[in-house]
């Protein structure tokens, strides 16, 4: 914790003083952007939307090179941004990841010796069901599990990452036990639900929209404190303002969300931080990013700067304490 | 000169010096058979076990047909040949590493044309440089795929 | 017969001037890519994806498969001249392609892989024409406990081909398993074996064990006999091309089987890779010439090609119709699918079938027009092998080394890329088989996966592999095939005694 407050501590003062300073900071070399998963994955559409939209729009004058580092679940990407402090041309992409795997797994780097520079949007979860199952809502699916413990099966991407810790707070909340199936990725665990051979998963609305539209699965309520936008229907009946959140339906988890966050290595100047906070900003103001958050039903928010350190701070302790209970946490 | 015999006694040691490895990597993540199915090092472990119990069994067999190995597995003419291949390789991963792919691909190419083609260094060391050149070209600028570059690139101001 | 009918409207779609320009362009560029050290499908598709935003979905995705085809024979090129496999899928080719090209035979060797890798296209979109609706349909059926049973059976399939001890062959597979378990576990989510080490972060790539084992240590063993390579005087002409042609319906029990197999495998999430291997390991085992595979035997170059091909393009069908990319390429280009604004899934063929059988449509022309141009190129490609060897070894050194600094961006890679060459030459020259390792290194984490999860599925009960008529049937055919040798003694002891005395 001393560590925790002592970074918080440190950051609070480069901001004071850094804000003082002129922001004429300029990439001098081409950027690399890092991509902290494999081809294709979420962070990598991400990381390559951000790219195409800076080069359709002309926001940096120094051209960008993209190279996916997704060993370890990203934390390939994170150790080599860690190695390569002081180095303001390198722009590392993630997840919550970012602050949550030193936790679960031994990495030869520390939250703290990266730079947070922006998250751009935060990624919604929802509960899933396969579509010819019987339950129709949250509650009656919760009832089930508790009928039988340890018996539904939920998938989800990869272990003690997103999906498990969200698991865990469900069934925490619920006082449920389910079987927690570990897959590589959101796409096949879509898949699995779809085939029926999981009972939910929590999937990102993204990774099961095609599944929805074709009825071979149904959502039940949406881990976010409002309900998502975007009007129109996606099934016959549906569309994804008519997903409950799930609290009204029954679940009491406010707020469920994953952050898609920047970074840059320790040890940069503050100018350069700035820099790229002000050109991300920018990014996520063109209509092209609007149409990739609308596709892809995530919720649009940029956080840089103070509220940025404050999310993290509040995500980092609300998910370790999780971890904490399960645990999963390495010393 | 080297036989078969050692040549295969000492592969045999490798391979089951790498099947302790693993196996002593495994242990740190339980080796057992939950609920949930075998534990994360149950897999390297048995694995780990099998790749020495069938190094010790080659052991065994070079060692109770120990006549019909002492066939030459390298003699000094074939020695002589593999190192002058090898051994420039050995120097090709280093010099990468301190001057960048480019650099070390110029002056391997040229040391080899030269040394083992009988080119005149002046043929060879053009080559050597076309080659990194057009390595260059196709890779950095066609396909913009970044190779580990070295002070050299750095000083004339190739990112 | 609604299919062909939609089928009929696609090639209305895709055989236009234009497509067919897209189609040659997009085919040549991907034998570059294929052919070029370091570079491979994902870097061509993710060159050309940007330049795909103008075009409409249809154009664009003709543009990308037809660079995708020609990516995958530039592969077969570099494992049959050089032993260098460019894709995994295409390492089974190395084993006659690379002796056949060895003793002189390379216009064969080449020509005898595009047109099975062709035709076993061919099968597979034929397979995907017909049967669309049941293919995604089957797909769905398949989850951990089946995914174990694919792979298991494509281990039995080839297991045992070593034949020179059977220590040495489990060695070289159990290392295999130990290099593929290196890494992030999906499982339990945490790292093995990396031992504190940053750099097996990200486990070892089995690339760069292939192209060590295969490329560097095959070179070491050429230059240790002073061989150079054979084919230098081989000269190379069209006619060679044109002649081995005529020979092709020698090979058709190869071509048939080898096709059900890859479609098979590329139906069930098997992939190209464990089709190849498996197509390799039966034809072996069928055939009557055994001894010549590993040889030179034209053979062992038809069956691995055809299933590969036929995998990759019947595995093309899950991959739009459930939206999980099968291979890096995949991924990309699905990234680029909704960009375009399709959401692949299930609705892809009712909301856009122009865009799914305009895509079926460019596979069939797309892989003819690639048959075309790859045949016309075998002359220039195997003239590669008359450049002097001491200009041409060090430029596969080369090609080595940036090949698996490319894979990762890793320095360390170089420096494990010369551990496998000084292993892959002790293996071979001390008769290790070098395939299980290989084969291992490929499915073994997979395998692993699937294994645990299914175990988490059945709280760790091994009947959940007869829970179900598909499963049950693939574990029990795994099993008769890794006992096959056994089975088969035992079977010959039985008849023995009866037909002799029928014939008394």
Redesign the interface.
């Given at each position: 914790m001393i560590k925790k407050t002592s970074w918080l501590v440190a950051t609070a003062l480069t901001v004071v003083f850094g804000a003082a300073a002129q922001a004429d900071w300029k990439p001098a070399k081409p950027v690399e952007f890092i991509v902290t998963s494999s081809p294709g994955g979420g962070t990598d559409n991400f990381a390559r939307m951000v790219q195409s939209i800076i080069a359709k729009h002309k926001l940096m004058e120094q051209s960008v090179v993209v190279t996916n580092k997704g060993g370890g679940s990203g934390a390939e990407g994170f150790v080599y941004t860690k190695v390569a402090a002081g180095d303001p041309h390198k722009l590392t992409f993630g997840t919550n990841n970012a602050y949550l795997l030193p936790y679960v797994a031994k990495l030869a780097y520390k939250p703290s010796e990266l730079t947070p520079v922006a998250a751009m949007a935060l990624d919604e979860f929802v509960l899933w069901v396969n579509g010819n199952s019987p339950y129709k809502d949250a509650k009656s699916f919760i009832e089930a599990a508790k009928a039988k413990p340890e018996t539904l099966k939920i998938g989800g991407s990869q272990s003690k990452d997103t999906d498990q810790t969200l698991t865990s707070l469900i069934e925490e909340a619920t006082g449920t036990k389910f079987i927690y199936v570990p897959f590589q990725g959101g796409g096949a665990a879509g898949v699995q639900l779809a085939g029926g051979h999981i009972d939910g998963n929590t999937n990102n609305p993204n990774e099961n929209a095609g599944q929805w539209k074709a009825g071979a699965v149904t959502p039940l309520c949406v881990f976010s404190p409002t309900r998502l936008q975007g009007g129109a229907k996606v099934t016959a009946t549906m569309g994804w303002s008519d997903i409950p959140t799930c609290k009204e339906a029954g679940i009491p988890i406010e707020q469920f969300q994953m952050p898609r966050t920047v970074w840059l290595p320790g040890g940069v100047p503050q100018e350069a931080a700035e820099f790229y906070a002000d050109l991300l900003k920018k990014v996520s103001e063109t209509p092209e990013w609007k149409e990739y958050i609308e596709r892809t039903s995530q919720t649009n928010r940029f956080l840089a700067g103070e509220e940025l350190k404050r999310f993290i701070a509040e995500d980092d302790v609300k998910t370790s304490k999780v971890f904490e209970r399960e645990g999963w946490i390495v010393r | 000169m080297i036989s078969r015999f050692q040549a295969e006694i000492a592969t045999a040691l490798m391979t089951a010096g790498l099947g302790l490895t693993a196996v002593a990597g495994a242990l740190e993540f339980g080796v057992g058979w939950g609920d949930a199915g075998p534990d994360a090092g149950a897999f390297p472990f048995y694995i780990g076990l099998l790749i020495i119990a069938a190094s010790i069994g080659t052991l065994f067999q070079a060692a109770t047909g120990r006549q019909a190995l002492q066939s030459v597995f390298l003699d000094r003419e074939q020695a002589k040949r593999l190192g002058a291949f090898f051994i420039p390789i050995l120097f090709f991963v280093p010099t990468a590493l301190l001057l960048g792919l480019y650099v070390a691909t110029a002056l391997y190419l040229t040391f080899v044309m030269w040394m083992q083609g009988g080119y005149r260094l002046i043929v060879s060391a053009a080559s050597g440089l076309a080659a990194a050149v057009i390595f260059y070209i196709v890779l950095e600028i066609a396909f913009q795929v970044p190779l580990l570059k070295g002070p050299l690139e750095a000083a004339l101001g190739i990112y | 017969m609604e299919n062909f009918a939609s089928l009929l409207h696609g090639f209305g779609v895709a055989l236009t001037t234009y497509h067919v320009a897209l189609m040659v362009v997009g085919v040549l560029l991907g034998i570059l890519?294929g052919v070029?050290p370091?570079?491979g499908a994902?870097?061509?598709v993710?060159?050309l994806l940007?330049l795909t935003f103008t075009m409409d979905p249809v154009s664009a995705i003709i543009l990308l498969t037809s660079m995708y085809w020609g990516a995958l024979f530039g592969g077969s090129t570099t494992s049959i001249l050089f032993n260098i496999p460019g894709e995994p899928s295409s390492v089974a080719t190395t084993f006659d392609g690379y002796p056949m090209a060895k003793q002189g035979n390379a216009a064969e060797a080449l020509t005898l892989a595009f047109l099975s890798a062709g035709f076993g296209a061919l099968v597979g979109v034929i397979l995907i024409t017909v049967l669309s609706g049941w293919v995604a349909k089957f797909?769905?059926?398949?989850?951990?406990p089946e995914y174990f049973a694919v792979y298991f059976l494509a281990f039995a399939s080839f297991v045992g081909l070593g034949g020179t001890?059977p220590?040495?062959t489990?060695?070289s597979m159990?290392?295999g398993?130990?290099f593929a378990?290196v890494?992030?576990?999906?499982?339990?989510?945490?790292?093995?074996?990396t031992?504190?080490l940053?750099e097996l972060?990200?486990?070892i790539s089995f690339l760069i064990a292939v192209i060590g084992l295969f490329g560097?240590g095959e070179?070491?063993l050429t230059?240790?006999?002073?061989l150079r390579f054979d084919g230098i005087r081989a000269r190379v002409r069209l006619r060679d091309v044109v002649r081995t042609i005529g020979t092709m319906p020698r090979y058709w029990v190869a071509l048939l089987r080898s096709s059900v197999i890859g479609c098979w495998m590329g139906i069930t999430p098997g992939g190209p890779t464990a089709a190849s291997f498996m197509s390799y390991g039966l034809a072996k085992r069928l055939s009557r010439r055994k001894e010549a595979f590993g040889k030179g035997e034209p053979e062992g170059v038809v069956a691995p090609e055809t299933a590969d091909h036929a995998a990759g393009s019947s595995a093309i069908l899950p991959m739009l119709a459930?939206?999980?990319?099968g291979s890096?390429t995949?991924?990309?280009m699905?990234?680029g699918l909704?960009i375009w604004?399709l959401?692949?899934?299930?609705?892809?063929f009712i909301e856009r079938p122009d865009f799914v059988w305009g895509l079926i449509a460019s596979m069939y022309l797309g892989n003819m027009v690639a048959v075309l141009v790859v045949l016309t190129t075998i002359p220039l490609f195997a003239s590669i092998l008359r450049i002097?060897f001491?200009?041409i070894?060090?430029?596969i050194?080369?090609v080595c080394?940036?090949g698996a600094?490319?894979v990762?961006?890793r320095?360390f890679d170089?420096?494990l890329a010369?551990a496998f060459?000084l292993a892959g030459y002790?293996?071979k020259?001390?008769d290790?088989p070098i395939a299980p390792l290989v084969l291992a290194m490929v499915l073994g984490d997979k395998a692993?996966?699937a294994?645990?999860?299914?175990?988490?599925?059945s709280?760790?009960s091994l009947s959940i592999f007869w829970s179900n008529g598909l499963v049950a049937t693939l574990i029990s055919l795994g099993l008769v095939l890794a006992f096959w040798p056994l089975l088969s003694m035992v079977l010959a002891r039985l008849t023995r005694p009866k037909t002799t005395s029928a014939t008394a």
């Open positions: - | - | 890519v070029l370091g570079l994902p870097n061509g993710s060159l940007p797909a769905l059926r398949f989850s951990s001890s220590f040495k489990v060695v159990g290392l398993f130990a378990a890494g992030m576990d999906t499982v339990s989510g945490g790292l093995r074996l031992f504190g940053n972060l990200s486990g560097i070179l070491m230059m240790e006999e002073g459930l939206g999980v990319p890096a995949a991924a990309v699905m990234g909704m604004g959401n692949p899934g299930p609705m892809l002097p001491a200009i070894g060090p430029i050194v080369i080394f940036i600094y490319t990762a961006g320095s170089l420096w010369l060459g002790l293996f020259k001390l290790y692993e996966d294994f645990r999860q299914s175990m988490i599925m709280k760790g």
